[in-house]
């Protein structure tokens, strides 16, 4: 057996978490149930993880403690932006044609669902339309153990190739973007364990993997270089749980939770298969006191990936319509590109895993939609989106306090410290409303444009010229009516 392990490892933890029970593998969509997020007060103690307090999970890899929660989030790989000024310059429509070559059936499976565009950093990327607040990839969905590891099952219809093809980057302008490829996985994280918590981030472009080597990290340390608010964070008793999205904590949060856990991400090739290994069956095993059943991979022709008895089914095109996607195909060995613009000073960011890059001003090439609809009121959408994003804010917002209140009532032998956390939440909360809001407003202007709707300031010109058009006529009519020619 060719077996290559590539084994990432951080900080041990620090606290105990708490207990409860969680659910047994099932069919979607699961009965309804209230989310029970970690903090609250639990009967009973949990059970200490051989070594877990003072020994990490092993012995090789990358070891390093997370940075400081106040740091600047853009400074994480990943984090890219076109310019200093928050906005993007309109170019030409990207041709679709084009596109259709470069990407094959992921162009024309996941255009329904969102935008293609050329990235100034990745090329090709694609974000999904009108995700909720606080979404990040992973999140709707669920973690099962099969002969391939942990893997993704996705209740998104597009998950059969984001989760398992290809890569997730953060654009601080957009916001999520998918960045194609070729290698299919049971899933592509970077695992976080400790404190009774369980956390997992997408694998930034620059992680490759070849094939019968394993991941190729060209220089990264991902326990330096992904955000805190990158990852999804859920209490380990609750890791089982068909539909995770109701149980991962407010993301603010996470510049605490990171703190007290150490990278666990454990990729190998065993067999011709990618194995995701990275958080231990035995400790889930142990947690939930219930055994992990090891379910087995089978492919099917639907797109929806489906969970029963003892198996998991789900789409993967063959080969040869892969090799037809030749845009995604060279990507997988991992992005190392620069953006268009000046390179920074190499020194600056020595041993922080970072882009040494300037961001500079580039235009943004949008793929025209494949479904236009041009009677659509942009402005009108997002006014709505707008609300949508204010109320589900305020109900962060709130998770984010009850969790802080509960958390409170517990023994503390440093409140002081406690309250400094808890500040630095609450900062990290509103950030992620403000950057959001902008990322909403970049996202609409991209729709507008493959709609082939006008942006909103030459919309508002047009607007503005008509409107004075129209009162120059009406002058000149009330000028008229005010003297009439002389009757002869």
């Known amino acids: ?45 949990q059970q200490p993880y051989p070594g877990d307090s003072n020994q990490q999970y092993g012995q090789y890899g990358q070891n390093g403690q997370y940075g400081d929660p106040n740091d600047n989030y853009d400074n994480y790989v990943g984090n890219d932006g076109y310019g200093n000024n928050g906005g993007y310059q309109y170019a030409p429509a990207y041709d679709a044609h084009a596109a259709n070559v470069d990407l094959g059936i992921f162009y024309r499976e996941l255009s329904p669902y969102g935008q293609w565009l050329q990235h100034p950093y990745y090329g090709w990327v694609w ?26 099952v996705s209740y998104e219809p597009f998950g059969w190739a984001t989760y398992h093809y290809g890569r997730w980057a953060f654009d601080r302008q957009i916001g ?24 997992w981030a997408p694998l930034p472009p620059q992680v490759g993997f070849q094939v019968g080597v394993g991941l190729q990290l060209g220089g990264l340390n991902l326990s330096l270089s992904l955000a805190p608010t990158s990852y999804s964070f859920v209490s380990e008793q609750q890791f089982l749980e068909p539909r995770l999205d109701r149980y991962v904590q407010p993301s603010a949060r996470n510049v605490t939770i990171i703190r007290g856990t150490r990278n666990i991400t454990d990729y190998g090739y065993e067999n011709n298969r990618v194995i995701n290994r990275g958080v231990p069956v035995e400790r889930i095993e142990q ?13 099917s022709p639907a797109r929806e990936s489906q969970v029963s008895n003892d198996q998991v089914r789900v789409y993967r095109p063959a080969p ?13 060995q991992g992005i190392q590109r ?60 709130k998770k984010l306090e009850q969790a802080q209140q509960q958390e409170a009532r517990q023994p503390r ?15 990290a909360q509103q950030e992620i409303q403000q950057r959001q809001e ?51």
């Open 1 to 45: 057996m060719n077996t290559t392990r590539i084994v990432l490892i951080a900080l041990a933890s620090l606290t105990a978490g708490v207990l409860a029970q969680a659910q047994p593998y099932g069919q979607y969509p699961p009965p309804q149930q209230q989310p029970n997020y970690p903090g609250a007060p639990q009967p009973g103690a």
């Open 438 to 488: 902008q990322q909403m407003k970049n996202r609409l202007q991209i729709e507008r444009q493959a709609q082939g709707a006008p942006p909103p300031d030459q919309k508002q010109k047009e607007t503005d010229a008509k409107n004075k058009r129209g009162n120059s006529n009406k002058n000149k009519q009330n000028q008229g009516e005010a003297s009439p020619p002389p009757v002869r």
């Open 413 to 427: 032998q440093n409140n002081a410290h406690l309250q400094e956390q808890h500040q630095a939440e609450l900062k």
């Open 287 to 299: 947690i939930t006191r219930r055994p992990v059943r090891r379910l087995e991979v089978i492919d």
């Open 176 to 199: 999520w973007i998918w960045i194609p490829g070729t290698v299919w996985g049971p899933a592509w994280v970077a695992w976080q364990q400790g404190n009774g918590y369980v956390g």
């Open 338 to 397: 620069q953006p268009r613009g000046q390179q920074g000073n190499p020194r600056d960011d020595q041993g922080r895993g970072r882009s040494n890059v300037v961001p500079m001003p580039a235009p943004v090439q949008v793929v025209p939609s494949t479904r236009p609809s041009p009677h659509t009121d942009f402005d009108r959408v997002q006014q709505q989106q707008q609300r949508e994003l204010d109320r589900a804010a305020q109900e962060d917002r």
């Open 127 to 152: 974000f999904p339309h009108t995700v909720g607040y606080g979404w990040r990839p992973y999140t709707a969905g669920r973690w099962v153990s099969s002969n391939y590891g942990w893997t993704w």
């Open 320 to 332: 040869d319509v892969l090799r037809s996607a030749p845009g995604a195909e060279r990507n997988n």
